[in-house]
């Protein structure tokens, strides 16, 4: 165990609280051998990019062999590199190469299912007395009416007569937890990876791993959200605790759960870290202030976007770490979701949920194509989509009657997951591939491309270097000090003598506000104007600790 310091306001200090996080999702980041799909040679090639950005650590989204039924979350070896992104070769070069540039590597660990061609559930389909038989979830008969997550029954009768459970693809059947050799398995993978030299794991669903075997039926009012069943089984606790104990602590890496599901009271159960299960985990208040009961977009206001996170701060103590993060590879494009993707605004809306992402208390995570500003897409064609979730949602929506093309493309171009998958455009010509990208580029790739965003970029790496030199912006306090204004978000972060007013106009609007009697550290001066974010050092910084709510 590294030695324990304590801030001054109660915080145990680590290294992955310090980190900012830049997510990769390889099959769209760089293409380097002209097959059309992004590789690990690409990465390599682009990691310059990366590393300017000042970012610490990079998590990697699944590279590992697939049939890519989900985008390779539908894993058919856990040991081997997915064909389409190189070799093993090119992976160890990879790792060595971030070590080199002074950052960390985790990657996606995503075992509550496999993918149905997984040597595992093979053997387990060849016969009921197989010795695999038991490692997933099998009924001689349709036990509930549980609903999968992308869409359709969670339950597919197999060719022998028999039901197997997958709460997402029929083709990702669900692993059986409660089977010891199961989890030895993945916590011998676990290891192979972990020795190997990366630096930890975000972990995929990780609150599904327990079923309740008792199989309840859905409360009609969870059958739109059927996670809230799915998440935090009886047992989920007592194997995370048992992953920490038999792997996790063997080495100093970092640990960040997918927590769907997850209410924010139930969050202190996986991450206080008296408890030895997971460091962090992602909290899904933030982006789910635009869904509606049923799932589908909904308008939003400021006021109910701040206060997730007064609420959160006020949920977590000391012992308990957040993280921070508005996009990744299953939410739409934030400068389209949270800013104004307009040409006018564009660039100022994607400077501002930049400086809010770095100045917010927890570990932030970045995603691919953010420091470019890249937008969503206007999709006109159910063709045009790749996602499973939304050609099921095709099929239960608009072939069902139950809705009209109009309003099933109105829907998804603001939250299909599409919107960040689509391939990097690293050049006014498109500078992905040589070849046919695996899928279409945004059209307006000649617009917004990482050339064309520098001052974005720029605008990234000053916010970056500001919360490495500031531990007021890491282990700082939180106070929204304008909870109720309809267009600005203001707060503090206070640790020890030091203090910051961030101040940022969520409106294409100039707005009267109280601004501070000292020049910005970041930011313009005058009157606030549209778009504007700003970081002012406050003065009357607090007394050592007054701020603090120490450690129980």
Same mark, same amino acid.
């Given at each position: ?40 040679r690409g990465i390599i090639e682009k990691l310059d990019h990366i590393k300017g950005l000042g970012v610490d650590v990079i998590w990697l989204s699944p590279h590992f062999d697939s049939p890519n039924a989900d985008n390779g ?66 009924? =001689? ?7 999968? %997550? !992308?869409?359709?029954? +969670?339950?597919?009768? /197999?060719?022998?007569? #028999? ?108 991450? =206080? ?7 962090? %985990? !992602?909290?899904?208040? +933030?982006?789910?202030? /635009?869904?509606?009961? #049923? ?258």
């Amino acid at each position: 165990m590294p030695h324990t310091e304590i801030t001054p306001n109660g915080y145990i200090r680590r290294w992955w609280k310090e980190a900012v996080v830049y997510q990769v999702y390889p099959r769209s980041f760089y293409d380097s051998n002209g097959d059309g799909i992004g590789d690990l040679r690409g990465i390599i090639e682009k990691l310059d990019h990366i590393k300017g950005l000042g970012v610490d650590v990079i998590w990697l989204s699944p590279h590992f062999d697939s049939p890519n039924a989900d985008n390779g979350y539908d894993i058919r070896d856990y040991r081997k590199v997915g064909a389409e992104f190189g070799t093993m070769q090119d992976f160890d070069d990879l790792l060595a190469a971030i070590k080199a540039a002074g950052m960390r590597l985790i990657i996606d660990l995503v075992v509550n299912h496999t993918s149905d061609e997984h040597q595992w559930f093979i053997e387990s389909r060849s016969s009921r007395d197989n010795p695999k038989r038991d490692y997933y979830i099998w009924s =001689d008969h349709k036990p509930n009416d549980w609903t999968s %997550i !992308f869409g359709g029954p +969670a339950w597919t009768k /197999d060719e022998s007569g #028999d039901w197997y459970l997958h709460l997402f693809d029929p083709k990702q059947p669900d692993l059986n937890w409660d089977n010891r050799e199961v989890r030895e398995g993945v916590y011998d993978i676990m290891c192979f990876w972990l020795d190997k030299g990366v630096d930890g794991f975000r972990m995929d669903v990780i609150p599904f791993i327990s079923k309740d075997k008792t199989f309840p039926n859905l409360p009609d009012k969870l059958r739109a959200k059927p996670q809230y069943i799915y998440a935090n089984g009886p047992k989920v606790h007592d194997y995370l605790h048992e992953m920490n104990r038999e792997v996790l602590s063997q080495y100093d890496v970092m640990t960040v759960g997918e927590a769907f599901g997850v209410t924010l009271e139930d969050t202190p159960k996986l991450i =206080d870290e008296r408890r030895q299960e997971l460091d962090m %985990i !992602f909290q899904f208040a +933030a982006v789910e202030v /635009d869904r509606g009961p #049923d799932g589908r977009w909904k308008p939003w206001t400021l006021p109910e976007f701040k206060a997730v996170f007064t609420r959160q701060d006020q949920a977590l103590d000391t012992h308990c770490w957040p993280t921070f993060f508005l996009s990744n590879h299953d939410n739409p494009r934030i400068v389209s979701r949270f800013g104004d993707d307009s040409p006018q605004w564009r660039e100022k809306s994607a400077m501002l949920l930049a400086t809010l992402t770095l100045t917010m208390k927890g570990t932030p995570f970045i995603y691919q194509g953010d420091e470019m500003g890249m937008t969503n897409r206007n999709f006109t064609d159910i063709n045009q989509f790749n996602d499973l979730w939304t050609k099921n949602a095709w099929q239960e929506e608009v072939v069902s009657g139950k809705w009209s093309e109009k309003a099933f493309f109105a829907n998804q171009n603001k939250v299909s997951r599409d919107h960040a998958r689509m391939p990097i455009p690293w050049t006014t010509e498109g500078g992905f591939t040589t070849g046919t990208p695996w899928f279409a580029l945004n059209p307006n790739f000649a617009e917004v491309n990482a050339e064309s965003g520098r001052a974005i970029y720029d605008h990234y790496a000053r916010l970056i270097a500001l919360r490495h030199r500031e531990p007021a912006l890491v282990y700082g306090d939180y106070k929204d000090i304008a909870p109720d204004h309809p267009q600005v978000f203001a707060y503090r972060r206070t640790f020890d003598t030091s203090a910051f007013l961030i101040i940022l106009n969520f409106s294409s609007q100039p707005v009267i506000f109280d601004l501070p009697d000292s020049e910005p550290v970041i930011g313009g001066s005058g009157p606030l104007q549209g778009w504007e974010s700003r970081i002012y050092r406050l003065q009357d910084a607090p007394s050592p600790c007054g701020a603090g709510r120490g450690r129980e």
